[in-house]
């Protein structure tokens, strides 16, 4: 197996006190599997089976006792019991985390006892989750005993040594998430491993050891830590100073996607403990859209006395039989979008029954709800932004990058959204968590910037910054922040007019100290026509700047600038294993992303996508072939692959073409963007 055995964290949990004594311990590794398949090439081939079961022997003591269950990789309900009663279930938390469970007085028995773990129940087909169980026992003590033996007293203050709302997290040396407990009368969000603090202070108890205690706010701010060991009894006090890293001057912070358990039932989220990660992440505009309900969290913000940290937006996921859409603002007062819909055409008929809704954004577009995947190849030309539906897409914006459903490919998305700019939508990319949970998905892992004021975080003007995102002033954000200027003055969503041979464009990328970039890509249209390495990318802030001036291009284009950097960050911001993953292997990245600028290369002082210069190529070949393929010489991939798509949607066969004499005489681009949709094409119809 590809795993040590930590016996440092056994020594940690069962040698920590003379008062209290193993009852039971097991300290192999156990791989279980969900399913037929293996789900990470990470994991053995060959599973454990898919539960396990251990046999033992124990003498019972007084009272209740304690058990710890340390596992990896946990995506599915899995079930605790011990001689047939049912404890617990593990956390649903792919970190490597340790969860306890408290055992009844009287159910350990005197002789045998079993100790099981199980599915909750049979998995659905193809459904798959490889989990490690790496350490098990149980302690003579009950939980709140084992929990209790040591105290921290902990504070964050910020760069000006204020108190600031912020997150804790506490790991052993190994990166291994411990189980903590809050000391009475907190206002806290904590769960295995980490703690929000409102007010910047955090009185926790745990087991006696070793620990790394980190310290941070979200992206834009340093993480600060300490090695720390506590002996039983121990208090200590320590304080953390976190200074902002990352300048997002007229940006203000979103995170577009936010659910709770309270208003959801799915999760684990209050309302009070989403204000306190809200505050925790330093997100400065949270759109609250739970499922097909209106959520009012302001209440709960003013009781913390956290609401000076952010402007509430009221929204809402309207989840449909056919996809899951944000729409913000929303008016409490007002009826509740009607879901039911059969097709995407009826969605903004059921919108302007309620009015106010100025932002649509269409979620995870990989991933199966109900059976329907909004962008799946039988219904979709990715390349080509094509719907074979018929539907028009109904939203002006779609999330590029979902922290809580990321995808084996991280351009896969991007992809998608290029396709859709060059069938001439215009949508705006975002960024978001889609948490349900306090922990499990950290709120604002990936999150949007929007181009507004952001002098005072509890007075944003939500209708301007909601003007700007509709618009496309954005950036994206997954531990990385680039922003793209061409010609000195356009941002994203404005356009640049030609006047000379070149343009310039200027490309910074930005982001703390804990994450590194050590790449940078420009797109045009969607194609990496630029890239360089990055040296040093690892400093705080200001991580690498630089212009290009570039040829002009001969036709419009739309230009995006993409940083990554490697993914491993450190047990505070742990990376979300893909979710509904099309590979058993994958590549743990950070990103960050401009919006799109749009270059006027024909100087007719508007911007034309690709499918406007296609549709006009066809106008004028009079949809001879021969004539389109020469035609197509003077534009690139994306104008091509509009043409195919047209092509074919007036009754032609693009296959065919691309396998007749007349495209060997097709530029490099032509032949390409034929063949590419001609690819998709038939994958459409392979599927079921």
């Not at 922040?481 to 640049?496: F, I, P």
């Not at 509904?580 to 270059?599: C, D, L, N, R």
Request: aromatic share 8%; glycine share 6%; charged share 20%.
């Amino acid at each position: 197996m590809h795993v040590t055995i930590c016996k440092a964290l056994i020594l940690l949990l069962i040698c920590h006190s003379a008062v209290g004594q193993r009852l039971f311990s097991d300290q192999k590794v156990h791989h279980l599997r969900i399913g037929d398949k293996p789900q990470w090439a990470e994991f053995p081939a060959a599973s454990d089976g898919g539960q396990l079961a251990l046999t033992f022997d124990a003498k019972p003591v007084p009272g209740a006792q304690s058990l710890f269950v340390r596992h990896y990789s946990v995506e599915l309900e899995w079930i605790v019991t011990l001689n047939d009663q049912k404890l617990g279930k593990l956390s649903e938390d792919e970190k490597d985390m340790i969860s306890f469970f408290e055992i009844p007085a009287g159910l350990l028995k005197e002789g045998q006892n079993t100790l099981q773990i199980a599915p909750a129940k049979k998995p659905a087909a193809n459904v798959s989750n490889d989990i490690r169980i790496s350490e098990i026992f149980i302690e003579s003590r009950p939980v709140n005993e084992v929990l209790s033996e040591a105290t921290l007293e902990l504070e964050v203050r910020d760069g000006e040594n204020k108190l600031i709302p912020s997150r804790i997290t506490i790991a052993d040396k190994n990166g291994v998430l411990m189980p903590l407990m809050a000391k009475p009368g907190q206002e806290l969000a904590i769960r295995q491993g980490f703690v929000y603090t409102g007010n910047g202070k955090a009185m926790i108890s745990l087991p006696a050891g070793t620990y790394r205690i980190f310290a941070t706010r979200g992206f834009e701010y340093a993480v600060d830590s300490a090695l720390v060991t506590l002996k039983p009894g121990d208090v200590l006090k320590k304080q953390f100073k976190i200074k902002r890293e990352v300048a997002t001057d007229g940006w203000v912070s979103s995170d577009t996607h936010i659910h709770t358990f309270t208003h959801s039932r799915h999760g684990d989220a209050t309302d009070e403990e989403r204000i306190l990660t809200i505050a925790g992440e330093g997100i400065e505009l949270p759109i609250i859209t739970d499922h097909n309900l209106y959520a009012d969290l302001n209440p709960a913000a003013r009781k913390l006395g956290l609401n000076a940290f952010f402007t509430i937006v009221n929204g809402i996921e309207v989840t449909t039989p056919i996809g899951h859409f944000n729409m913000f603002p929303i008016d409490l007062n007002s009826p509740v979008i009607d879901h039911k819909i059969s097709k995407w055409d009826e969605l903004p008929v059921n919108v302007m029954k309620v009015g106010h809704v100025k932002g649509i954004i269409l979620n995870h577009a990989r991933d199966l709800h109900s059976n329907f995947r909004p962008f799946d190849p039988s219904r979709h030309i990715a390349s080509a932004g094509m719907t074979l539906t018929g539907w028009k897409f109904p939203a002006n914006a779609m999330e590029v990058i979902n922290s809580g459903a990321t995808q084996s490919d991280i351009m896969r998305l991007y992809d998608d959204w290029f396709g859709l700019l060059n069938r001439g939508y215009s949508v705006t990319p975002a960024g978001s968590t889609d948490t349900h949970t306090v922990s499990r998905f950290l709120l604002g892992q990936a999150r949007t910037y929007i181009k507004t004021a952001d002098q005072d975080p509890a007075k944003i003007d939500i209708t301007h910054a909601i003007d700007q995102f509709t618009k496309g002033r954005v950036m994206v954000s997954y531990g990385l922040l680039t922003e793209l200027v061409v010609n000195k003055d356009y941002a994203s969503s404005d356009t640049v007019q030609v006047s000379g041979k070149e343009i310039s464009v200027s490309i910074r990328v930005s982001g703390p100290g804990w994450t590194t970039a050590d790449q940078v890509a420009l797109y045009a249209n969607g194609k990496k026509i630029r890239e360089t390495k990055i040296a040093n990318g690892q400093k705080p802030g200001l991580k690498w700047t630089a212009t290009w001036n570039i040829p002009a291009p001969e036709h419009d284009v739309h230009l995006v600038a993409i940083a990554e950097g490697p993914g491993e960050v450190g047990p505070f911001w742990q990376i979300a294993k893909p979710y509904q993953p099309t590979s058993t292997t994958w590549i743990k990245k950070v990103m960050g992303s401009s919006g799109a600028v749009f270059v006027d290369a024909d100087r007719d002082k508007s911007w034309s996508s690709a499918h406007t210069y296609a549709e006009r190529l066809i106008r004028e070949s009079k949809e001879d072939i021969a004539l389109l393929v020469k035609k197509l010489a003077a534009f690139d991939e994306a104008v091509a692959i509009q043409a195919a798509a047209i092509w074919q949607e007036k009754g032609h066969s693009v296959e065919s073409l691309v396998n007749e004499n007349i495209l060997k005489s097709a530029s490099v681009s032509t032949k390409s963007g034929f063949r590419t949709f001609a690819k998709e094409y038939q994958l459409s119809l392979a599927k079921p």
